[in-house]
C-alpha cells in the first residue's frame, strides 16, 4: 500500500477530489489511530477544515499556493499564535503563544493546511519520545516501540498515516533518527537556512527545523518553502535558496560518496550494516562513486556535544523563573514552608548551644528569601527529569574554575570537527553513514541508562556540531520488520547534493 505523499494528494485534487474531503480524511486517521500511537497532543480540526475551505477556493481559481495539498502536523515547539505550546513540558502546559514562528506563517502562506500539534521530549532533549507530559508516544511500526526522539510526535505522525507530512526540530539528530525508526524521510537543513523565530530554544547555535515526509521529493517542497533569509532571526542566512525539487526530479548519477571509517565501527548492527552496504552498492551501481575517508576528530563528537549542547541549555531555560510565564508553584506554599523551616531552626537554636548553636544560626540566616525559594521550587515542579540532568551539567561546565576545561575545550574540538568535514568535502559530494546504530528499542529499555540513550544519536550530532545538513532516507527494514535509515551529509548550503543522493537511494 503507498504511503500518502503531498505529490500524490495535489494529483488527487487535479483530478476533482475535494481538499475538504482529503483534509477530513486525515482527520479521520488521527481519529482513529492517536489513540495507540499518541503523535497528536493537540487537534486543529476546525481551524483546518476553514483553511481546507479557502484553499480549495484559490485552488478553483488558479491561484492556489505550491503547498496546496499538504496535509500537517506541527512539532509542540514551534510556537504559533493562540495555540498551547507545552514542549512536553509542566512548565508551559497552559502556555498560550501570542505569535507565530516564521515557518508556520510561510506553510500557511503557501496553502499548506495544519492539522494538529504533535508530541515531543520536554524541551526536545531526548531520543524516544518518552520523557513527556503527554506520556510517550509509540512506533506504529511496533507500539511496543519507540518512535526514536525528540520530534517522535512527528515521525509517527507521518508514518502512521495522520498526516502527509510533518515539521520538526534537530539539535543533535532529533529529525532524523525517529525518521530512521519509523521508516520516513527526515531533512536537518543547514544551521541558518530556516528561520528559528518562533521556535522555543533548546540549544541557539545546533537547533534546525526541518520536514518529515514519506518521500524526498516532499521533503525538498517543504524546504522550498520554509528555507530563506527572515529579519527576525539574525543568524538566518541570505544565501539564495533553489528549487530543491528539481534535483529531486532530474537527480545528477555520476558523484562522489564519502563513506567514513569511523561510522561503520563497534556498535553497529550487523543487519542495519548490511542494509547500508546494499544502499550503498545500489548507489554505486548508479553510477556513483564511492570514497573511503577518514573523519579523526568524531570520536570527541557525543562529548563535545553535549558539554556544548547542555551549556546552552542551562543559559535558555534560565528564563523560565516562574514569574514571568510559564509554570509557578503556590506562593502561598512556598510561604507556609518557609515560615515553618523557620520555626523549627528557631526552636532548634533555643535547645542548643556552642558550635551547633552557630550553625544553625548561620543556617537560619541563609534561608531562601520567599521569591528565591518561589524560584527554586516553580523549576523543581515545572522541569522534568532529564531537563534538570542537562541544566546541572550545562551549569557545571559553564562554572568559574571549569569553563576553560570543559566549554572551551570543546569549543575548540568543535572547530576541529568542523575541519575534518571540510577537507572531506573536498573529496566527496556527500558523506553516507546508518542514521542509527540500531532500529528502534523497546519502549522504557534505556530509561535508566542516560549514556546509552545519548549514544543513540552517535551518528547524527556531527552534522549539528559542523553546522551542515543531513537527511536520513528509509533503506530498508530488519529481520523484525523495522526501519533502517541511511544519513547523507552534504556541506553548508549544499542542500541540492543532500536531496541528488538522497532521490537515487529512495529509488
Known sequence: MSRPEIRADQQRIKEGNSLKDIVDEYIGAVESENESINAV??????????????????????????????????????????????????????????????????????????????????????SSTENTIHQPTKNPHDTSRVPGGSSGGSAAAVAADMVNA???????????????????????????????????????????????????????????????????????SKTEVPDYTKFVTSPEKSFKVGVPAEYFGDGLDDEVRSRIDESLKNLESQGAELVEINLPHLKYAIATYY???????????????????GH??????????????????????????????????????????PLVRLYKQSRNEGFGTEVKRRIMLGTYVL???????????????RRLIRQDFLDAFKEVDVIASPTAPTTAFKVGENQDDPVQMYL?????????????????????????????????????????????AAALAEQ
Open 41 to 126: 497532543v493537540t487537534t486543529q480540526f476546525d481551524q483546518a477544515r476553514q483553511k481546507a475551505g479557502e484553499v480549495q477556493q484559490k485552488i478553483d481559481q488558479g491561484t492556489a499556493g505550491p503547498l496546496a495539498g499538504a496535509v500537517m502536523g506541527i512539532k509542540d515547539v514551534i510556537c504559533q499564535k493562540g495555540e498551547t505550546v507545552t514542549c512536553g513540558s509542566n512548565m508551559l502546559r497552559d502556555f498560550s503563544s501570542i505569535y507565530t514562528s516564521t515557518v508556520i506563517e510561510r506553510l500557511t502562506r503557501d496553502d499548506a493546511v495544519i492539522i494538529g500539534r504533535l508530541n515531543m521530549d520536554e524541551f526536545a532533549m531526548g
Open 166 to 236: 510533518s515539521l520538526g526540530t534537530d539539535t543533535g539528530g532529533s529529525i532524523r533518527q525517529p525518521a530512521s525508526y519509523c521508516g520516513v524521510v527526515g531533512v536537518k537543513p543547514t544551521y541558518g537556512r530556516v528561520s528559528r523565530y518562533g521556535l522555543v530554544a533548546y540549544a541557539s547555535s545546533f537547533d534546525c527545523i526541518g520536514p518529515f515526509s514519506n518521500s524526498v521529493y516532499d521533503s525538498a517542497l517543504i524546504l522550498n518553502s520554509i528555507a530563506g533569509n527572515d529579519p527576525n532571526d539574525a543568524t538566518t
Open 307 to 325: 558539554i556544548l549542547a547542555t551549556a546552552e541549555a542551562s543559559s535558555n531555560l534560565a528564563r523560565f523563573d516562574g514569574v514571568r510565564y
Open 328 to 369: 509557578r508553584a503556590d506562593f502561598k506554599d512556598v510561604q507556609q514552608q518557609l515560615n515553618s523551616e523557620e520555626k523549627e531552626l528557631k526552636e532548634l537554636i533555643k535547645k542548643s548551644n556552642g558550635e551547633d548553636k552557630a550553625a544553625l544560626e548561620d543556617q537560619l540566616e541563609s534561608i531562601d528569601s
Open 399 to 413: 562554572s568559574a574554575g571549569y569553563y576553560d576545561a570543559y566549554y572551551g575545550k570543546a569549543q575548540r574540538v
Open 456 to 500: 543513540n544519536d552517535i551518528y547524527t550530532i556531527s552534522a549539528n556540531l559542523a553546522g551542515i545538513c543531513g537527511i536520513s532516507v528509509p533503506a530498508g527494514v530488519d529481520s523484525q520488520n523495522l526501519p533502517i535509515g541511511i544519513q547523507f551529509m552534504a556541506d553548508a548550503f549544499q542542500e541540492p547534493k543532500l536531496f541528488n
